[in-house]
């Protein structure tokens, strides 16, 4: 879709390259170094050996080449060099910051897509996309793979976040942004944008992932019903530690589970894992909080410390899920 293509390694590609090289360095004056001539001379003239031992002549006739000529040449191999490297999505290569006009224009275009309650869906979104990837298969992850795997059970609901992210690709035609994000990359920043308009950290996180073009292989999201060792086990297998998979339950807070203000990021999460109001029978409406797979969490040895810190400390819980929320985001991403 967005995918840029790898630099082309054919030979009329790399003659184009070694050649506009070739020309670049012809192009530039230079001076003798031999100590019989004190000349500077200009593209059109070149150094040639003579028969003479240690003499080397200067020479435009030799040359064989103007300097117009050789401007000419190398604009055409430069524009060749440049086309053979086939279309181009992004700026650069490798993750890249948002930063500066290409910024404001997708955090502008995301305002004029999305409203607050948009953002439960968005930051749902953003993981069900990412969590696909398996570290000993060396696939899946964030490529934006959730928009061909809407019909599988756990992404039910998804297509009203996946709507949003085609609107803001869509708003960000003729702005500076447009052709320097994928939707992969608005998938993660609609998970960081949703956090932050409901009060969460800002998270800065990086573009230049590439858009996948199928589905990532299935059954690799965890079911609601694991246990805690086997959440454990199963977030170890993206990459993710135990106290990353508790910074990032803690997103848990916004929407319908019943973790306090649907449409506020805090750590109200942790506080209510400690609580276990599906346990009191006095409260009616306790078993409807939370997942089972939540429920489980609070009596594991290895995620107990993690809750109880995230409950007492919000700022602690903020800058934990951002650094576990961009890493997660970076799973299995191949970068342009």
């Given at each position: 879709?967005?995918?840029?293509?790898?630099?082309?390694?054919?030979?009329?590609?790399?003659?184009?390259?070694?050649?506009?090289?070739?020309?670049?360095?012809?192009?530039?004056?230079?001076?003798?170094?031999?100590?019989?001539?004190k000349r500077t001379h200009?593209?059109?003239?070149?150094?040639?050996?003579?028969?003479?031992?240690?003499?080397?002549?200067?020479?435009?006739?030799?040359?064989?080449?103007?300097?117009?000529?050789?401007?000419?040449?190398?604009?055409?191999?430069?524009?060749?060099?440049?086309?053979?490297?086939?279309?181009?999505?992004y700026a650069a290569e490798?993750?890249?910051?948002?930063?500066?006009?290409?910024?404001?224009?997708?955090?502008?275009?995301?305002?004029?897509?999305?409203?607050?309650?948009?953002?439960?869906?968005?930051?749902?979104?953003?993981?069900?996309?990412?969590?696909?990837?398996?570290?000993?298969?060396?696939?899946?992850?964030?490529?934006?793979?959730?928009?061909?795997?809407?019909?599988?059970?756990?992404?039910?609901?998804?297509?009203?976040?996946?709507?949003?992210?085609?609107?803001?690709?869509?708003?960000?035609?003729?702005?500076?942004?447009?052709?320097?994000?994928?939707?992969?990359?608005?998938?993660?920043?609609?998970?960081?944008?949703?956090?932050?308009?409901?009060?969460?950290?800002?998270?800065?996180?990086?573009?230049?992932?590439?858009?996948?073009?199928?589905?990532?292989?299935?059954?690799?999201?965890?079911?609601?019903?694991?246990?805690?060792?086997?959440?454990?086990?199963?977030?170890?297998?993206?990459?993710?530690?135990?106290?990353?998979?508790?910074?990032?339950?803690?997103?848990?807070?916004?929407g319908n589970k019943g973790?306090?203000?649907?449409?506020?990021?805090?750590?109200?999460?942790?506080?209510?894992?400690?609580?276990?109001?599906?346990?009191?029978?006095?409260?009616?409406?306790?078993?409807?909080?939370?997942?089972?797979?939540?429920?489980?969490?609070?009596?594991?040895?290895?995620?107990?410390?993690?809750?109880?810190?995230?409950?007492?400390?919000?700022?602690?819980?903020?800058?934990?899920?951002?650094?576990?929320?961009?890493?997660?985001?970076?799973?299995?991403?191949?970068?342009?």
């Open positions: 879709m967005l995918e840029t293509m790898p630099q082309c390694s054919s030979s009329c590609h790399l003659e184009a390259r070694s050649g506009l090289a070739a020309l670049q360095r012809l192009a530039r004056p230079f001076t003798c170094l031999p100590k019989q001539c200009s593209a059109h003239q070149r150094l040639v050996h003579c028969s003479s031992e240690g003499h080397i002549e200067c020479s435009s006739a030799r040359a064989g080449i103007s300097r117009r000529a050789a401007m000419s040449q190398m604009a055409m191999l430069s524009f060749l060099a440049t086309t053979f490297r086939g279309p181009r999505a490798g993750p890249q910051a948002l930063q500066g006009d290409v910024k404001a224009a997708v955090m502008q275009a995301f305002r004029k897509a999305a409203d607050k309650g948009k953002a439960p869906v968005l930051l749902r979104l953003a993981f069900h996309d990412a969590a696909t990837h398996e570290v000993s298969a060396g696939d899946g992850g964030a490529n934006a793979s959730v928009q061909y795997e809407f019909s599988r059970p756990e992404n039910t609901g998804l297509k009203r976040g996946w709507r949003v992210i085609e609107q803001v690709m869509q708003n960000l035609k003729g702005t500076v942004a447009e052709g320097r994000v994928s939707y992969a990359d608005l998938i993660a920043l609609g998970g960081a944008y949703a956090v932050s308009v409901t009060g969460g950290p800002v998270i800065d996180v990086p573009i230049g992932r590439r858009d996948a073009a199928s589905a990532d292989p299935a059954d690799r999201l965890p079911a609601e019903t694991l246990s805690a060792e086997a959440l454990r086990l199963n977030f170890e297998a993206k990459g993710l530690s135990a106290q990353e998979l508790i910074a990032l339950s803690g997103a848990h807070t916004l973790f306090g203000d649907p449409l506020t990021f805090d750590n109200q999460y942790y506080k209510s894992l400690l609580q276990k109001p599906w346990e009191d029978p006095t409260n009616t409406m306790g078993s409807m909080i939370g997942l089972p797979s939540d429920h489980v969490l609070p009596d594991d040895s290895k995620c107990r410390p993690s809750i109880e810190t995230y409950a007492v400390d919000q700022q602690r819980f903020f800058q934990d899920f951002g650094a576990a929320y961009t890493k997660m985001t970076s799973l299995g991403a191949r970068w342009s």
